[in-house]
Each structure stands twice: as C-alpha cells, then as structure tokens.
C-alpha cells in the first residue's frame, strides 16, 4: 500500500497554470515570469489555506473561547499571517528573476504533480514514503476511533508531512532555477524561518494536548486526514 497527499486546487488557477506551460514549451518570446509567480503564489495560498487556514476560521467563529484559548488562537493567527506573507512577498519576487526559458523546467515540474480534471477543483498531489504514509495514516485512525495517546506522535508525523510538501513544491523547484549565491541565500533564509516558525507552533500543539478534550482531537484527525490517500 502507498499513500500521497491530495492537495485541492481552484480550476482557473490549474488552468492558468497550463496555459502559460504550454507558452512555455512552444518557445513563447513574452516573459510569462510575473503570470507564473502569480500562480505559484495562488496555488500555494489555496494549499496554507485548506489545511490550515480552515480550521483557523473554525476557531474565529466560537464564541466560547476562553481567554488562554483566544489567545493561543492569535498566536496561530500571527504565525498563519506572517507565513502567507513570505509567501506573497518572496515567490513572485523570485520567478521575476528569470527569463521563460529557466523557467520552463519548473513549471512543467509543478504541472506533473497534477490530476487534470474538469472539476472545479484540481487535485495537486505528491507521494509519502511509505513507512511515513503508513505511521501517519494509522494514528490519525486511531484518533478519530478516541485513541487520544497518539496525539503527539501525529503531530510529529504532520510537521515530516509538511516538510516533504514543502521540499516537493518548493526547494526542488528553487533548485532548479539555480538562482545566483545572494538569491539563494536569501531564499533559504525565508524558507527556514518559515517552516522553523510553523513546525514550532505545531510542536506547541502537542506540548499543549489535553487528552481530555478528545472531540476537538476527533475533529483535528478527521480534517487532516481528508488529505491522505491511499493507492
């Protein structure tokens, strides 16, 4: 048994995403940099938002927060905003280096992730080691059956997760470009702050698990493993 992570699209962004592939592959002479970094910066928008953006607005909207629990949820919101900045911020600015020809191997790499459909959304996926795929799959089954015990294990499975995610759509692009020292630098700089702050604040959840509260574990469990699939 495999296992990947199915990743939901908007159409027109998948759309878009085609359209300036195929520019690309037919040797197109306008620079397409500005509508590419746009699109990269959509699709990785989308993805922040329905894996973790979600449950944010689910928090927003209950009006019995106690203190400690709004704050945590601020400290959640600051880290979900600063992370979709850098996001907004330095992708865009880093396609706009690069002429369409460096451009091309990237985006036909980000476009072979991709179940192509006619349905509103498009699934963006990538495969899990095994093992990782395995680990993770059953603990979160085991949440949702109320083995709360697995928690932090889980939570340790959904940072690797994430990490592979972000190696796959991310650093495996950025080395592909092959941006100059400074850029590169630069890059990695933000992508380690970014992952390092949001890893933290994962690892803060596990720290803080109540294994009292086994409904809210439920309900984490069943909305993270929407994304996982076997094949």
């Known amino acids: 048994m495999t296992y990947k992570i199915d990743l939901l699209i908007n159409q027109n962004t998948y759309r878009e995403l085609v359209e300036i592939t195929q520019h690309l592959n037919h040797g197109e002479k306008q620079d397409v940099a500005k509508r590419l970094g746009k699109a990269f910066t959509d699709m990785s928008c989308q993805v922040l938002d329905q894996v973790f953006g979600k449950l944010l ?5 209950n009006k019995d927060l106690t203190p400690e629990s709004l704050k945590k949820l601020k400290e959640a919101e600051q880290i979900f905003d600063q992370i979709e900045g850098a996001l907004k911020k330095y992708m865009p600015w880093s396609i706009s280096f690069f002429s369409n020809d460096r451009l091309k191997p990237v985006a036909n790499h980000i476009l072979k992730k991709f179940e192509p459909s006619d349905a509103e959304q498009v699934v963006m996926y990538y495969q ?3 093992q990782l795929g395995e680990q993770a799959y059953t603990n979160i089954q085991k949440l949702i059956e109320g083995n709360a015990q697995v928690f932090p ?3 340790k499975n959904l940072i690797q997760i994430v990490d592979l995610g972000v190696s796959e759509f991310i650093r495996d692009p950025k080395t592909l470009l ?10 990695n700089g933000v992508i380690n702050m970014v992952t390092s702050t949001g890893y933290k604040r994962l690892e803060k959840v596990a720290d803080e698990f109540d294994a ?5 574990t439920k309900h984490y469990a069943e909305h993270f493993v929407k994304f996982i699939h076997q094949v």
């Open 153 to 155: 294990a889980t939570i």
């Open 57 to 61: 607005n689910e928090q927003r909207s």
């Open 178 to 187: 092959k941006f100059n020292f400074v850029v590169d630098k630069t890059l």
């Open 128 to 130: 899990l080691d095994n």
């Open 212 to 216: 009292k509260n086994i409904e809210k």
